[in-house]
Structures are given as C-alpha cells and as structure tokens.
C-alpha cells in the first residue's frame, strides 16, 4: 500500500529555518514525482515545489523561489524541503503528493492543478514570534 508521512514541522520564529520531510512506503519514492503543498486556514491549497522523478527537474512558487529547496534520498526513500528565511505567511500545514506522471513538460501544470494520486496526511509548521 503506498502511503507519504510527513515530518519535521514545528514553530519556527520569523527569519528562521525548517526541513520538512515527506518518508514513502509501499513504493519506490525514485520512480515517482513528489510535491509540497501547502494550506493555510481560510485560503486555498498552494502548490509550493516539486521534483520529477526522471531528471530531477524542479518547480518552485514564486513566493518561495530563493528561499525553499526540494531534495531527494532515494536511498532512505524520502524527499526534503528545506525552508529557509521563513515569514509569518509561511504558517499553514504542508503536505507532500506523489505521482508517477511528473516530466519536465507537465510539472507547472501538475503544481497549478494538484494532480497527483497520493497525498500525506500533512504536517504543521507555524512562523511566529
């Protein structure tokens, strides 16, 4: 059964740093594209970065670009998102998605509509004082 777990969030003051993680199981994370969505209370899902799982291609909001980076282990089957610099409108619960579809050619598109088939439970991360 394929199943995405999400880890590594907390409280973070502003300014500061937080690598979440998105651990699979029941499949082989290096054959899959994988993206971090994230959601704040009252405001819709937003699709925050993505890595295929062909060439290692990636995508990143605008609102995150210079400031978040996507990684993968394929040996511990996990994927990161190191968030750096983080603001206030960071705050929301992040969660990570899989699909085995992700290319070069389709991964903005695939980020703007959510379309992956397996998705996490979520995990919080909150930037306060």
């Known amino acids: 059964q394929l199943q995405l777990v999400e880890s590594g969030g907390g409280l973070v003051q502003p300014g500061g740093s937080l690598r979440v993680s998105c651990a699979a199981s029941?499949?082989?994370?290096?054959?899959?594209?994988i993206g971090w969505f994230r959601q704040a209370p009252g405001k819709e899902r937003e699709g925050v970065s993505c890595i295929s799982s062909s060439d290692g291609t990636t995508y990143y909001a605008a609102s995150v670009k210079g400031r978040f980076t996507i990684s993968r282990d394929n040996a511990k089957n996990t994927v990161y998102l190191q968030m750096n610099s983080l603001k206030p409108e960071d705050t929301a619960v992040y969660y990570c998605?899989?699909?085995?579809?992700?290319?070069?050619?389709?991964?903005?598109?695939?980020?703007?509509?959510?379309?992956?088939?397996?998705w996490g439970q979520g995990t919080q991360v909150t930037v306060s004082l």
């Open positions: 998605a899989a699909d085995p579809r992700i290319t070069r050619d389709n991964i903005v598109t695939k980020m703007r509509t959510a379309d992956f088939g397996s």
């Open positions: 029941g499949f082989t994370l290096n054959y899959y594209g």
